[in-house]
């Protein structure tokens, strides 16, 4: 019984790996339209310093916007602002520390943004990590559980108000989460959301992608219900030759050099379509999707259940401490 519930996520993701890697050896990676210029909008990207969090940064500070890197490596963080500002780019950016595996670092990094003043146009959902060994947030969550999703929807719903204020009819706000293909394989048991019956790594990060999912479509639903200037899309970035695999096994870990190579997508090509959601024209005032390669996909068919995504948003709030609306 053991085996089977370790053995069935492993086997799950791997299968989404191949196919997402037949899909890549026959298909172009999506290119990015020159884009409109982004003068005066503030941007918070999180896990930004490196990979395509920092694509997506220098991407955004080069048309123009105010780019925040919330990250949990301030060495790092100084590096990656200092390194968009020699580039000559049009925006600004800075660092601000961030820890989302902290429920605690996650309201003093929103109270350090609030005590600016500034607007907030675009939030970019996307540090994460990735089959870590069973491990907990300093909070007791599951840890990818914990940074990947729960993190995350604490830190857009304390946001969520300046968001609201800073768009307006025909210049929404945007929120980006970075999903997956692995949330296809992903499974959320709301009995077990920190997975202690039986931990999987390969479980546990595709239950982490499929719950950014259904968070997305739930929030745009009651956006798009109250008439508020804010969108949420879903983004899947493919296979990227990133650290986020620093974490597989040896085997895989030796297969996986090779391979990325040949057929992964650099971090510039993953974080295209997360930048095209965040800045592109033509993807004003749509949200509710799931975006892979540059166009609208169906995610799994678990992701659209509304009554999956209440009872998680329910949970969520719970565990974060959230009055729920």
Known sequence: MWLLAVLVPLLRLYFCGIKVLIYQTFNRSFTLPVLPKQNGRVAIVTGGTRGMGFETARHLASLGMH?????????????????????????????????????????????????????????????????????????????????????????????????????????????????SATHYAGVVNMDDLNRRICYSSHGAYSQSKLALVLFTYYLQEQ???????????????????????????SLAQALKKPVAKILFRSPAEGASTAIYAAAASEMEGFGGSYLYNGQKRQSSD?????????????????????QED
């Open 67 to 179: 780019v925040i890197i919330a990250g949990n490596e301030k060495e790092e963080g100084a590096a990656a602002v200092r390194r968009i500002h020699e580039e000559g780019s049009e925006g600004k950016a800075e660092f601000i520390f961030l820890d989302l595996t902290s429920l605690k670092s996650v309201k003093r990094f929103v109270q350090t943004f609030r005590d600016r003043g500034l607007p907030l146009h675009v939030l970019f959902n996307n540090a994460g990590t990735m089959l870590v060994p069973e491990a907990q947030t300093v909070d007791g969550f599951e840890f990818h559980f914990g940074l990947n999703y729960l993190g995350h929807f604490l830190l857009t719903n304390l946001l969520l108000d300046v968001l609201k204020r800073s768009g307006r009819q025909g210049r929404c706000s945007r929120i980006v989460n970075m999903s």
């Open 223 to 249: 956006l798009t219900a109250g008439g508020f200037p804010v969108t949420v899309n879903a983004v899947d970035p493919g296979m990227v030759d990133t650290a986020l695999y620093d974490n597989l096994w």
């Open 302 to 322: 678990i992701s659209y259940d509304s009554e999956l995504q209440a009872k998680l948003w329910k949970k969520s709030c719970e565990l974060v401490g959230l």
